[in-house]
């Protein structure tokens, strides 16, 4: 039976929680959508990665990553205000798009894609929050590996140039959508993307 290392494809479930193992589910991977990804290629967060280094199909885990494990402290230089006017789409602004809580992606001067929470909205200006939206939590994950197994060369050539991040599930894929899995609702937590 193949161990978790380098260049597996790695099929598993987790209940992910902020903080302990008593806290609110914010997350899940099922059997149904389970999370899919490439072993040792970059696209989950290092730590979460390194622990479950070694571990065989049917194998249950938890792992507990510090927020500077995790996607690290608010950072205060990303929560900015902006000019009502960036936000026009032919000379008019979308109320609805943005609107205090919503998600809006965007782009930075250089093309850098990132998302960025609405916080307020007034006559001029519109403050973003662009912090991952679980910047400044403790991460705890509980789950199983459901397969580990050789990723084809297929998979190893699409993931490895950067097309895809192997992630494809609802419960946990790159929902920062920098692997373009899409699932919105998704945090992306193993997902370092």
């Given at each position: 039976m193949?161990?978790?290392?380098k260049?597996s494809m790695?099929?598993?479930?987790?209940?992910l929680?902020?903080?302990?193992?008593?806290?609110?589910?914010i997350?899940?991977a099922?059997?149904e959508?389970p999370l899919?990804?490439?072993?040792?290629?970059?696209t989950?967060?290092?730590k979460?990665?390194s622990h479950?280094?070694?571990?065989?199909?049917?194998?249950?885990?938890?792992?507990k990553?510090?927020?500077?494990?995790a996607?690290?402290?608010?950072n205060?230089?990303?929560?900015?205000?902006?000019?009502k006017?960036?936000?026009?789409?032919?000379?008019?602004?979308?109320?609805?798009?943005?609107?205090?809580g919503?998600?809006?992606?965007m782009?930075?001067?250089?093309?850098?894609?990132?998302?960025?929470?609405?916080?307020?909205?007034?006559?001029?200006e519109?403050?973003?929050?662009?912090?991952?939206?679980?910047?400044?939590?403790d991460l705890?994950?509980?789950g199983?590996?459901l397969e580990?197994?050789?990723?084809?060369?297929?998979?190893?050539?699409?993931?490895?140039?950067?097309?895809?991040?192997g992630?494809?599930?609802?419960?946990?894929?790159c929902?920062?959508?920098?692997?373009?899995s899409?699932h919105d609702h998704n945090?992306?937590?193993?997902c370092?993307?």
């Open positions: 193949l161990e978790i290392s260049h790695v099929t598993l479930t987790y209940d929680r902020i903080d302990d193992e008593q806290g609110e589910v997350e899940q099922t059997e959508t899919q990804f490439l072993y040792g290629a970059g989950m967060l290092p979460f990665e479950l280094a070694g571990l065989k199909q049917g194998e249950p885990f938890t792992i990553l510090s927020k500077k494990d996607y690290g402290e608010i205060q230089d990303a929560i900015v205000e902006l000019p006017s960036v936000f026009l789409v032919d000379g008019k602004f979308d109320d609805e798009l943005i609107a205090v919503n998600n809006v992606p782009m930075s001067s250089n093309g850098q894609r990132l998302n960025g929470i609405v916080l307020d909205v007034n006559d001029e519109v403050k973003m929050d662009f912090n991952h939206p679980l910047a400044g939590e705890f994950f509980a199983k590996v580990v197994r050789e990723a084809s060369d297929e998979e190893l050539a699409q993931i490895l140039s950067g097309g895809g991040c992630c494809g599930s609802e419960g946990g894929g929902g920062d959508d920098s692997c373009g899409g945090h992306g937590c193993g370092g993307c």
